[in-house]
């Protein structure tokens, strides 16, 4: 289990969160960061940020004012452009073979 799981599953035991509403809510999630882990939140905030967009395949760059609820915004709509675009091109694929 990575540190990312690790850190998930401790936030599942402790809270209301539950991983699969953190990118409906991801104002709770933050605050449950906040309130489990204190001031050390911010260092795990950034280790979830950069692994969440290495996993979806965008660029991390920091951003001056940014939260982790607006970053996770972010990942999640850049997620459904990709999605979106892949469901477009296998959709002519399909198409074209027809």
């Known amino acids: 289990m990575d540190f990312g799981e690790v850190v998930l599953h401790f936030i599942e035991l402790n809270s209301t ?3 699969g509403k953190i990118a409906e809510k991801p104002e709770v999630f933050a605050a ?7 001031g050390s939140s911010t260092a795990i905030e950034e280790h ?3 692994n ?3 996993a979806i ?6 951003v001056k004012g940014y939260k982790i ?3 996770i915004k972010h990942a999640f709509k850049e997620y459904l452009k ?7 091109l296998l959709k002519r694929k399909i198409y074209l073979k027809s």
């Open 17 to 19: 969160v539950r991983r």
């Open 32 to 38: 449950e960061l906040e309130g489990i882990f204190g």
């Open 48 to 50: 979830i940020i950069k």
């Open 52 to 54: 969440l967009y290495s």
């Open 57 to 62: 395949g965008i660029e991390y760059r920091t």
């Open 69 to 71: 609820q607006d970053c």
């Open 82 to 88: 990709k999605w979106v675009a892949g469901s477009e």
